[in-house]
């Protein structure tokens, strides 16, 4: 047998090439095709629809006669938190029956017209650059599908907007881009037993119209419509505010009037029923923010309301007068300073220089020894209710308590005189020798409940409460409630809660039920600042040495003894003396809590200390000089693990206020120039979580109520992006004040820079103070106080809100409350 020549064969993998014929290849279909009916039309999809079809499976030989959209999405976007970012797309060829946005990656944002070729969304809040994906597809009218992707970068938040100046002009002014109106002013009718405010000392019924001083103020949504709440709703809602005092030159018409050492009872009864809170509806309609005249929320809530009291001290025999023999009710509220928004949608209001208003006869030391013990005496003059020297007679605050009763038996006037009557029970139940007791408590109100009576919440203590502030709300961990009393040297204190928080109660029914829930049991401490910048919360526990009654300061009865005297108790425990403590504000991100101390006339030399260094002299352009700490600081302190059960803390200074021209090495001590230098911290508030402010790296808002820098400029409004406790370091400063001189090391925060700027300048003679926005953070409220104060009908020192149109005017000023919004929409700050 022959054998033929054969090839090798192996293994080839299937990389041999046996088909010979001339049948087209898969790219000349394509180019034969693709080129005829859809060049560079959708991309690969297109193409292989091109070829085979629909289903991929349809024969060779039928003609697909669909065609694809040609898209594009547009440059990729660098942006900054809360900003409104507008994604563009465009179909530049082709039929389009569909288009719209998806979001591919990143942080999950919500597109407003997601089905369209124009969407936008509002930048997230981040700590870091970070970028988001989203692509823009189109969908022909053949039902073929072609996309295009970009993406947006966004950076941490910023303060986007152009520093007001300083100024003495008598108007409200804001930055470019933003504009402000006036919504609710001294004397605006709440409801139809009442007409307009004439402005010229005429008016009365304060009881139906807005109060004086608007002062702390709380925003709350209302569902669209009826009184149910909204927490979420930002054009529908109640605003509560506090009215802490009153102008009472302005309120009568040639100022107020006395007879043979006698006010007129009509003037007292206008005048205190021009302290108080307001409850008002106001609504967000096409042209702008109103308030509802006669919505059937609003309510005044005045020093004559009817209150209750719970906690510790309710029923106890220090509550007891001639109107609550008890000790379980008493009759309104009043120098409502700083507020509180509580978690489960209630507003609690503090109760501050409230002593001021209380007569005592001459001899009242005397006869109060005698009746309720030296004891007595002591409490009543370390809480500002002391008499004159050598026994002499006390007047009290626009001598109210000599007018006669409105009728007999009517006393709503005679309770402001705290004279202990001798023939009466020593238990004070027919006079009203308690009755200053009954005051420097927080009042919580439930707003959408105007049948409600306000509740005093003794279990937070006793003080010139400036006001009450929650820290973060965790699950199953007991809430921290902050407080300042509001007086040079006085303390800090926390209350916390002996009831865990339960998320579920956010949206209870029974909101007082709530408070009492929260509010009425607990822990109050009071906060001891050490040099190393550590700190210890310490116990307000009677029995716990040394609140006992063998104490030789104060002989401490019990518990409600201590909490109605927290200050004695704060004394004998070593509490830090601070500037004037004032509003508290908590990070809603980290919990850091930032607290107000707005300056203090009588701190020396000597007595400076490292939560409190500075002790100086600020000369004014137009003569003299502000002595002590007259521009104030803004403290701030963490919690030992973040916890608000936590007993210790570490603390920093914030901001040192001072005028830019100090000296940087002991007096500004924060840096601070021509765009951020303020005096006198007060109001101080962090942005809604609800929104893009109060995330990431949060807003936070400080006023200021002033009088050391009102030389060079009104009072005003700034808004920062503060960092974290112990972001700077240590520095030691030298003092001289009054021909002393002394060095002191204190613990100073990073530098605020450009993140601390002036927003807002008020108009003259005024204190800017209260504040909130709305859920979106798209609204702010802003509370403008005693403008032209000084003045009198003859002295008219200010025409606002008059002024603000052309800034000048000729009526007498009002406080009012004004909205600001962006012109273009935008969240406002940022």
Known sequence: MTMLNQPTIGYDDGDVDTNTTANPHIGDLIASRYSRRQTMRGGLSAMTA???GSTMLAACDKDDERRATTVTAGSSITTSTGKTVTLSGTVTSGNSASAGWTQTSGPIVTLANGASPTASFTAPAVTASTMLGFRFSSTSSDGITSVADTSVTVTPATLDFTAVPKSLADVVAVPSGYQVTVLYRLGDPINGTVGAYANDGTDTTFSARAGDHH?????????ATGTAPDANNSSRGLLVMNHENITESYLHPNGPTTVAGVRPTAEVLKEIEAHGVSVIEITRGTSGWSYIPTGSLNRRITPFTQMS???????????FTAFSPTGRAGRGTINNCANGTMPWMTYCTAEENWAGYYRREAGDNARRT?????RSVVAFNRYGLGMGSGDTIRRGNYDWATAAAPAAGDTRIAKFNATVDPTQPASGTADFRNEPNQYGWIVEIDPFDAASTPRKRTALGRMNHEGVVPGRMIAGVRPAFYMGDDAQNEYVYKFVSATPWAAADSTAANRLAIGDKYLDSGTLYVAKMNADGSGQWMPLTFGTAPLTAGNATYAFADQADVLTHARLAGDVLGATRMDRPEWTAVNPVSGEMYLTLTNNSSRTVATTDAANPRAYSDPKTNGGASN?????????????????????????IYAFGAGSDLNPANINLSNLDATNDFSSPDGLWFARPSNVAGQGTPLLWIQTDDGAFTDVTNCMMLAAIPGTVGDGGTRTITNSLNGAAGSQTTRIGKAPGAALKRFLVGPKFCEITGIDSTPDGRTLFVNIQHPGEGGGPTNITSNWPQSQATGTGTGRPRSATIVITKTDGGIVGL
């Open 50 to 52: 091109a070829v085979f």
């Open 215 to 223: 002062d702390g103020m709380s925003f709350f949504g209302l569902a």
């Open 309 to 319: 009291f719970s906690g510790p001290v309710a029923g106890n025999t220090l509550l």
């Open 370 to 374: 005698t009746a309720l013990g030296a």
């Open 628 to 652: 002590g700490n007259p521009n104030g600081h803004v403290f701030r302190l963490r919690e030992t693990g973040d916890s608000s059960e936590s007993l210790t803390f570490t603390w920093d």
